[in-house]
């Protein structure tokens, strides 16, 4: 089973880029690679000569490219969409640059019993089997604990349908008090109770307005870079005339819909909410995030690294630059975060590590 380490061991890191969803158990290894390495020689696909293609690997459905041009690797991830061929169905995936820091598989324990008797914990589990492929389960434990391996890109979408799901046990459940309350600034999974009002909790992060409006749970990164980097959210809220209300509490976000204007065809918010979730799955799946730590720095550092931020910001219109006390977060595609880090780290006077 290849790794990192056979790239690393290549010495071809800045021409090698890691691929994520291919179809699990449709072909054989072999000729699954075959069809990677077509794919990304087609110029179509701003592809070019491919020197090799490692799978299978230790994470189920990722793969490494290496192509023989630093460019090519390049030009490969800013193309935004890469689709396998037809008899592939047309398996839409997901690449970005090669790190030997990048998490390939990751390690988690999930507390289903969260949800109570709320859901049927061997059913939703199977659903999430099915709707994800790529991760491994273990058997699940009678006290509602399960484990899960798995891409670091797989285990974020299981982290949003799971949220998705407590979105949806919380429509369901509209007859609660929430007149009067304060939102939860504690982190909402960690709210959660193992009983009848196992959701609780979470009902304390939503508006008055999710009663007779439409809800959505998001990723806090992906509904900022929706809000502020994608005109389309703005413009459709008011070509529907629809009022949303949205509360970042960390790493989720609740969006709350509703019509303003009387009259309004009543199903305008559930459509809203369509096209949003829409957005936000193609954002969740093209965006990444880079850090820059400003804890502990000197301030002569500091200043110098929001310097360099802003100086780049014209030249990345479609990185988002998130500015908070104890770090920066830049937000975008995978091409330009990296370009954008880069960039910084050059400004400052420092190597990319």
Not at 219 to 225: G, I, K, P, S
Not at 270 to 297: D, M, N, P, Q
């Amino acid at each position: 089973m290849a790794s990192v380490l056979n790239v690393k061991e290549s010495k071809a890191p800045e021409r090698t880029v890691v691929v994520a969803g291919l179809p699990v158990g449709l072909f054989s290894d072999q000729l699954l690679a075959l069809l990677v390495k077509s794919h990304f020689q087609d110029i179509k696909n701003e592809g070019g000569d491919v020197e090799d293609v490692i799978y299978p690997t230790r994470t189920k459905g990722v793969a490494y490219v290496i192509f023989k041009e630093k460019k090519v690797a390049e030009n490969v991830i800013r193309h935004k969409k890469h689709r396998l061929a037809r008899k592939a169905r047309h398996a839409e995936l997901t690449v970005s640059h090669f790190s030997d820091k990048i998490f390939s598989s990751v390690n988690a324990i999930l507390d289903l019993s969260v949800f109570g008797k709320e859901v049927t914990l061997e059913t939703l589990v199977k659903d999430l089997k099915k709707k994800i492929p790529s991760l491994n389960f273990s058997p699940l434990k009678p006290n509602g604990r399960i484990s899960v391996e798995g891409s670091f890109l797989a285990v974020k979408r299981l982290k949003e349908s799971l949220l998705v799901r407590a979105c949806s046990l919380l429509e369901k459940d509209r007859n609660f008090t929430s007149e009067g309350r304060k939102w939860n600034r504690q982190n909402p999974q960690r709210n959660i109770q193992r009983s009848n009002n196992s959701l609780a909790s979470v009902r304390t992060l939503v508006p008055e307005t999710a009663r007779s409006g439409e809800m959505l749970v998001l990723d806090t990164d992906v509904f900022l870079y929706l809000q502020h980097k994608c005109r389309s959210y703005e413009s459709t809220l008011k070509k529907f005339h629809i009022l949303s209300q949205e509360k970042v509490d960390g790493e989720i976000t609740t969006v709350c819909l509703k019509n303003i204007q009387v009259g309004s065809q009543l199903n305008n918010a559930k459509h809203v909410k369509e096209l949003i979730e829409e957005w936000s799955h193609a954002l969740y799946l093209k965006l990444r995030k880079e850090t820059f730590i400003l804890e502990g720095k000197e301030k002569k550092e500091k200043r110098m690294i929001k310097w360099a931020c802003e100086q780049l910001s014209s030249r990345y219109p479609e990185v988002l630059i998130n500015f908070y006390r104890a770090h920066i977060d830049i937000i975008g595609s995978s091409s330009d975060t990296y370009l954008f880090k880069k960039g910084v780290m050059k400004l400052i006077g420092q190597k990319v590590s």
